[in-house]
């Protein structure tokens, strides 16, 4: 499969990753029994820079959970015989905190959907927000992001590729063509 465009370069991903750090900290009044949970895989590292860039911003640091919805998919049969599960590690409780999800790219909101419900089995959170790094549309539940570092309109036949450096050695967003 190849990249037919880049969407976003290392610089672009790092300045909307600063705005969101940004947009949550204003939107919430501060960090305050907030926490961020990545969604495995790539939204993992994305709430460890957010996460981040938010202790520079506020002197203090916000807990990052991990959450693997393998297991909470309506999809599961669709995607593999054997789910491989990555895990959940989240160290703290959620219970009457702020969450705010991370992942890297919202499509038909099902994810989300799947997140929202392992998180609602874990504890009863006060809010959960959600920041995605590109929202690419075709939404097929009524989910909205409260944070989107780029919008970008795509046909169904193709797909977007978020690069992190820790999974695959480069930070880029491309978009290329679905192979027939």
Same mark, same amino acid.
């Given at each position: 499969? %190849?990249?037919?465009?880049?969407?976003? $370069?290392?610089?672009?991903?790092? =300045?909307?990753?600063?705005?969101?750090?940004?947009?949550? /900290?204003?939107? +919430? %009044? #501060?960090?305050?029994?907030?926490? &961020?949970?990545?969604?495995? =895989?790539? #939204?993992? !590292?994305?709430?460890?820079?957010?996460? =981040?860039?938010?202790?520079?911003?506020?002197?203090?640091?916000? !807990?990052?959970?991990? &959450? $693997? /919805?393998?297991? *909470?998919?309506?999809?599961?049969?669709?995607?593999?015989?054997? !789910?491989?599960?990555? #895990?959940?590690? @989240?160290?703290?409780?959620?219970?009457? %905190? %702020?969450?705010?999800?991370?992942?890297?790219? @919202? *499509?038909?909101?099902?994810?989300?959907?799947?997140?929202?419900?392992?998180?609602?089995?874990? #504890? =009863? !959170?006060?809010?959960?927000?959600?920041?995605? &790094?590109?929202?690419?549309?075709?939404?097929? &539940?009524?989910?909205?992001?409260? *944070?989107?570092?780029? +919008?970008?309109?795509?046909?169904? +036949?193709?797909?977007?590729?978020?690069?992190?450096?820790?999974? $695959?050695?480069?930070?880029?967003?491309? @978009?290329? $063509?679905?192979?027939?």
């Amino acid at each position: 499969m %190849k990249d037919k465009a880049e969407i976003m $370069d290392e610089n672009a991903m790092a =300045r909307a990753l600063t705005r969101i750090s940004h947009e949550i /900290i204003e939107k +919430n %009044k #501060g960090v305050e029994e907030l926490v &961020l949970i990545g969604i495995q =895989r790539r #939204g993992v !590292p994305l709430a460890k820079r957010i996460a =981040r860039k938010i202790s520079e911003v506020e002197g203090s640091e916000v !807990p990052v959970g991990i &959450l $693997d /919805i393998t297991l *909470y998919r309506d999809d599961l049969s669709l995607l593999a015989e054997h !789910p491989i599960i990555n #895990g959940t590690e @989240i160290n703290f409780s959620i219970t009457d %905190k %702020k969450i705010v999800l991370v992942d890297d790219v @919202i *499509y038909t909101g099902r994810t989300v959907r799947a997140a929202i419900d392992a998180l609602m089995d874990i #504890g =009863r !959170p006060k809010m959960i927000q959600l920041a995605v &790094l590109i929202d690419r549309g075709h939404r097929e &539940l009524p989910i909205r992001p409260d *944070y989107v570092g780029k +919008n970008v309109p795509t046909s169904k +036949n193709e797909i977007i590729n978020v690069k992190v450096t820790e999974i $695959d050695g480069q930070n880029a967003v491309t @978009i290329s $063509d679905m192979d027939h």
